[in-house]
């Protein structure tokens, strides 16, 4: 009976220790999610506004876009990295940023670690 109480503890342990290491990915992948997103909306204010037929346009350029991504993730990105930052069509930043994820705490059934990324598109509109 001992012998099933202490494998069952050992069973628990590394259950418990696997769903601590599982929380903090999805928590740093959420927390790069964020960043990700407010970078592509610090890009996509990157704009110069021109007018054309008589309305304003709002066009962004790669260099504005990365220019404004780099900053807030210099800024407020921790350790994480702006990956990519540039407009497919003159409207739209697109921002990738990556970050290394390592576990509080290891066990045999939890890598070392590895490169978590996230790609987030913000869109200049004017009304």
Same mark, same amino acid.
């Given at each position: 009976?001992?012998?099933? #109480?202490?494998?069952?503890? =050992?069973?628990?342990?590394?259950? /418990?220790? =696997?769903?601590?290491? !599982? @929380?903090?990915?999805?928590? !740093?992948? *959420? *927390?790069?999610?964020?960043?990700?997103? &407010?970078?592509?909306? !610090?890009?996509?204010?990157?704009?110069?506004?021109? /007018? $054309? +037929?008589? $309305?304003?346009? %709002?066009?962004? @350029? #790669?260099?504005?876009?990365r220019?404004?991504? &780099?900053?807030? /993730?210099?800024?407020? +990105? +921790?350790?994480?990295?702006?990956? &990519?930052?540039?407009?497919?069509?003159? $409207?739209? !930043?697109?921002?990738? =940023? %990556?970050?290394?994820?390592h576990?509080?705490?290891?066990?045999?059934?939890?890598?070392?670690g590895?490169?978590?990324?996230? #790609?987030?598109?913000?869109?200049?509109?004017?009304?």
């Open positions: 009976m001992l012998l099933l #109480t202490i494998g069952y503890a =050992v069973l628990a342990l590394v259950a /418990v220790l =696997v769903c601590v290491d !599982a @929380t903090s990915l999805y928590l !740093a992948q *959420k *927390k790069l999610d964020g960043l990700a997103d &407010a970078a592509a909306l !610090a890009g996509a204010d990157g704009f110069a506004l021109t /007018v $054309e +037929g008589g $309305e304003p346009v %709002a066009r962004l @350029t #790669t260099d504005q876009v220019a404004q991504a &780099a900053s807030l /993730v210099g800024q407020v +990105g +921790g350790d994480a990295r702006l990956v &990519a930052a540039g407009t497919p069509d003159g $409207e739209s !930043a697109r921002v990738q =940023v %990556a970050v290394a994820w576990p509080p705490v290891v066990t045999l059934f939890v890598p070392d590895f490169v978590l990324q996230s #790609t987030a598109t913000s869109r200049t509109a004017l009304r």
